[in-house]
């Protein structure tokens, strides 16, 4: 396995922005870098396959699986309904299905290390330098999910996120995690895979990591 190459990360002109849920801009990369990033790892050699899926009201939920040289990846993705203004039709469900499932292949790519570094604190960006600058500010390189930021009346805090999670973070990590049928075993595992710690030692941005994936994270391909 190119533990390099997976973790290697992305040249700024290869990550996008979307608006975020409190109208911030939240760094992500497109599926086609992701699969092209997988290919390169694995010289194709890898799998990936759509488990279980579940269409509601409003979005869709993919359970998908990455399988390379032996090891096997799960996680959850999603999307909302697109739907028509005025008349509220959906226009294509085969097509929401399909960017749902890209977002589960994103998000099993990043428990291999693709694109690990937009979630990490001081992480290098391709270009070398430590995080993206604007305004004199330092940027979010990493989604904030809904058990901290702005939802709770408080950001992140001055120091970037690098902080040690909030009680309220632990709990909507285990909380959500429970929702879902998770064990609290199966919570420290995960955390110890994405991070390398058990989920009391997480940073402020490490657990907003870890809340967005178990939340199936958002966007498209």
């Known amino acids: 396995m190119k533990r390099e190459l997976l973790e290697k990360p992305f040249p700024p002109d290869q990550i996008r922005q979307r608006e975020g849920l409190y109208g911030d801009r939240l760094d992500y990369i497109e599926g086609s870098v992701v699969i092209q990033r997988l290919n390169d790892a694995f010289d194709a050699h890898w799998n990936f396959e759509v488990i279980d899926h579940r269409v509601y009201d409003h979005e869709i939920v993919v359970l998908g699986r990455l399988t390379a040289e032996g090891i096997a990846k799960c996680q959850f993705g999603k999307t909302k309904i697109t739907r028509i203004e005025g008349t509220n039709e959906e226009v294509s469900v085969g097509d929401?299905?399909?960017?749902?499932?890209?977002?589960?292949?994103?998000?099993?790519?990043?428990?291999?290390?693709?694109?690990?570094?937009?979630?990490?604190?001081?992480?290098?960006?391709?270009?070398?330098?430590?995080?993206?600058?604007?305004?004199?500010?330092?940027?979010?390189?990493?989604?904030?999910?809904?058990?901290?930021?702005?939802?709770?009346?408080?950001?992140?805090?001055?120091?970037?996120?690098?902080?040690?999670?909030?009680?309220?973070?632990?709990?909507?990590?285990?909380?959500?995690?429970?929702?879902?049928?998770?064990?609290?075993?199966?919570?420290?595992?995960?955390?110890?895979?994405?991070?390398?710690?058990?989920?009391?030692?997480?940073?402020?941005?490490?657990?907003?990591?870890?809340?967005?994936?178990l939340n199936g994270g958002d966007g498209r391909a």
């Not at 809904?146 to 970037?160: C, I, K, L, R």
């Open 96 to 213: 929401d299905l399909k960017a749902a499932a890209t977002d589960a292949l994103k998000k099993c790519a990043t428990l291999f290390g693709v694109g690990l570094h937009l979630y990490l604190d001081n992480a290098p960006n391709g270009d070398g330098a430590s995080s993206r600058q604007g305004n004199g500010r330092r940027e979010e390189t990493a989604p904030r999910a809904n058990g901290e930021g702005q939802n709770s009346g408080q950001s992140a805090g001055h120091d970037g996120g690098s902080s040690r999670l909030s009680a309220k973070q632990l709990s909507a990590i285990f909380g959500i995690a429970r929702s879902k049928g998770w064990s609290n075993k199966a919570v420290r595992d995960f955390t110890q895979e994405m991070f390398g710690k058990m989920p009391d030692f997480l940073t402020r941005k490490e657990a907003s990591a870890v809340i967005d994936h």
